[in-house]
């Protein structure tokens, strides 16, 4: 059945999604790319899946989800005055910072090929399974080595790009398992956004066949003509938990996933 997640809004996985990268340059392409991950999964294993690319993202997300929109450009404005009040000094790892930036770079131009492409050709598709194939051992190394790195060590933008190859290690849970304890027990989730720590919490506990915590995790459902949440705990309260660390309501979020994979989707 087929699965989507914001990522695994995501660059990925886009569907994939994150207060991080939307301070960043170019964050509308990656609010586009939230979705690829899924969308790569499903065109290497032959599910049908549509994912809408180019301009005409915008401007439907503006005209049938307003309320997301206003969200994304607040997130995007408090990211930006927050490191503009706390700037970091120069990274203490600068030779890591650079290999992370190297791989999330690979791992980032693989994806946007994807949307480029409209999701067409599962060679592309099989590329990004061999970019995030060479990440892995990188990313596992560094962890075992010194654990995950940190803003001080490689900066805001190490920290995105080490989060995006663990994101993308699905092939590993239980490093995703590991990585997402470490960012437990450190303030701020390390330095993770609130997007990127409740997908990685909702991708493990349903690797681990639990139930999902903020239902960043969809399914296809009814002939794969709608989408609709994976099993979650508490479905009624899934909005105060999400606000609670600063997500937008399920609604919300359930209308991007429609209008990125032009499938409608419900909360």
């Not at 996985?13 to 509308?28: E, H, L, M, N």
Request: proline letters at 7%.
């Amino acid at each position: 059945m087929p699965v989507f997640a914001t990522g695994c809004l995501s660059p990925a996985c886009q569907c994939c999604s994150r207060v991080g990268q939307f301070a960043s340059r170019g964050s509308t392409q990656m609010r586009k790319s939230w979705a690829v991950a899924t969308v790569v999964a499903l065109m290497v294993s032959g599910g049908p899946a549509t994912a809408q690319a180019g301009d005409d993202w915008d401007a439907q997300m503006a005209k049938q989800c307003p309320d997301m929109v206003a969200w994304m450009h607040a997130k995007e404005a408090e990211v930006t005055a927050d490191r503009k009040a706390h700037p970091l000094g120069k990274p203490s790892e600068p030779e890591l910072r650079v290999g992370l930036l190297k791989m999330g770079d690979a791992d980032q131009k693989a994806r946007n090929a994807v949307i480029a492409d409209g999701y067409k050709h599962q060679e592309l598709a099989k590329t990004v399974l061999a970019v995030d194939a060479r990440n892995l051992p990188r990313i596992k190394q560094i962890d075992t080595v010194q654990g995950f790195p940190t803003p001080v060590q490689v900066g805001n933008n190490g920290v995105r790009a080490a989060f995006i190859l663990v994101q993308h290690a699905d092939r590993d849970p239980a490093f995703q398992a590991h990585v997402l304890d470490e960012l437990k027990s450190r303030p701020d989730q390390g330095g993770v956004g609130a997007q990127d720590y409740a997908l990685l919490t909702d991708r493990v506990l349903l690797a681990q066949h639990k139930l999902q915590r903020y239902g960043t995790q969809f399914t296809a459902t009814d002939g794969k003509t709608q989408m609709q949440p994976r099993p979650m705990e508490d479905p009624a309260n899934a909005d105060k938990r999400r606000a609670a660390i600063g997500l937008p309501p399920l609604a919300d979020y359930a209308c991007m996933l429609g209008v990125t994979y032009r499938v409608p989707a419900k909360s």
